[in-house]
């Protein structure tokens, strides 16, 4: 792979939010003549900013799970390293980190078959992203979306969020794919500054009942799915379906009698009860502070291991070192 290769390599990369390192390794490794095979990996990350929603879940956890329990070479960090690209009060920080660990635990990630960890203790993140940033540019970095919205509402730009994208290029990242409860025209975020745009999975009946009544629909009476024409009522279906299994279609017939006013009531129970178990988890493993920070070492160690293989290559690459 040339210099011209490697620097396209990237840029696709960060334009398509996720970059799997096996590839890449394989690229670096064909380069000095490597003839082993690489597994392919299934690698993800997700902040300690707040507490994970239901995006977050249906639009990523679930499916590390799904890939776990089937047997996929799965990893999946705590991007730290991400979420200082804002200010960040240090103890909030490490109280976030200990309940996003018990949050994904209580979700079902198994740390006997996905290595989970802390991606600022693996110091090859922060190496591999200094190697990344050197092959980038600023013309194409500021036309970047992830730049373009995190810095929109910043009067000061930190060099953090400029060269955000590039970290990512160093990580996968999931993305929801429901939509705010406030504007159904955005996704829902973590990083929303309104609290009622998502439902948490921390969230009390009494906060999901009060958010799903609050839900932006329309003013359309009945209770029918069409994403484009009502995006706001659609959503509501949607997590009603994740939840429950049941299709669109099945939804709409069930609730033919309601007008949406009470159907959102009908969804906050839907949610409120599916979600209850996962919360009663979350609680009890937050008690386990040297669990948490066992499993978290643990995680660094194997994901360290790992992560050493491709930074040796990419030394390799670059010419800090030379393999023969």
Same mark, same amino acid.
């Given at each position: 792979?040339?210099?011209?290769? *490697?620097?396209?390599?990237? *840029?696709?990369?960060? +334009? =398509? ?40 879940? *249906? ?19 705590? $991007?730290? %390293? ?17 309940? &996003? ?14 290595? %989970?960890? @802390?991606?600022? @203790?693996?110091? !090859? ?16 970095? $500021?036309?970047?979306? !992830? ?29 929801? +794919?429901?939509? #705010? ?6 996704? &829902? ?31 359309? #009476? $009945? ?19 994740? =939840? ?17 006013? +009470? ?23 937050? #008690? ?37």
């Amino acid at each position: 792979m040339n210099s011209s290769n *490697f620097t396209k390599t990237i *840029f696709e990369c960060m +334009r =398509l939010k996720s970059l799997c390192f096996w590839p890449l390794r394989k690229s670096f490794c064909s380069e000095v003549h490597r003839t082993d095979s690489w597994p392919q990996r299934v690698f993800s990350g997700i902040q300690p900013t707040g507490a994970i929603h239901l995006g977050n879940y *249906f639009g990523a956890v679930a499916r590390w799970r799904e890939l776990q329990d089937g047997g996929a070479n799965t990893m999946c960090c705590i $991007a730290d %390293l991400h979420s200082i690209t804002l200010p960040q009060e240090p103890l909030q920080l490490k109280k976030n980190i200990y309940q &996003m660990t018990a949050t994904l635990l209580a979700c079902g990630i198994d740390p006997e078959k996905t290595i %989970l960890f @802390q991606q600022s @203790q693996v110091p !090859q993140h922060a190496e591999l992203c200094w190697v990344l940033a050197c092959h980038s540019t600023m013309a194409r970095l $500021a036309h970047l979306p !992830q730049f373009r919205e995190k810095s929109a509402s910043l009067k000061e730009v930190p060099v953090g969020i400029y060269v955000y994208p590039v970290l990512q290029a160093a990580d996968i990242l999931l993305y929801s +794919r429901l939509r #705010s409860l406030r504007d159904p025209q955005k996704k &829902m975020s973590k990083s929303d500054a309104d609290p009622r745009s998502r439902i948490e999975l921390m969230d009390s009946p009494a906060d999901i009942r009060e958010k799903c009544k609050k839900a932006v629909t329309d003013f359309t #009476s $009945a209770v029918t799915f069409n994403p484009v024409s009502r995006p706001g009522v659609s959503n509501l279906i949607t997590i009603h379906s994740l =939840l429950s299994g049941l299709s669109p279609e099945d939804i709409c017939r069930d609730s033919s009698g309601l007008d949406t006013g +009470r159907y959102k009531l009908v969804v906050a129970e839907v949610i409120a009860k599916n979600i209850a178990p996962i919360r009663e988890k979350v609680i009890h493993i937050m #008690s386990k502070h040297q669990y948490l920070d066992d499993v978290l070492e643990s995680g660094a160690e194997k994901a360290v291991r790992i992560a050493r293989e491709t930074w040796n290559d990419v030394k390799n690459k670059v010419g800090f070192t030379y393999l023969l």
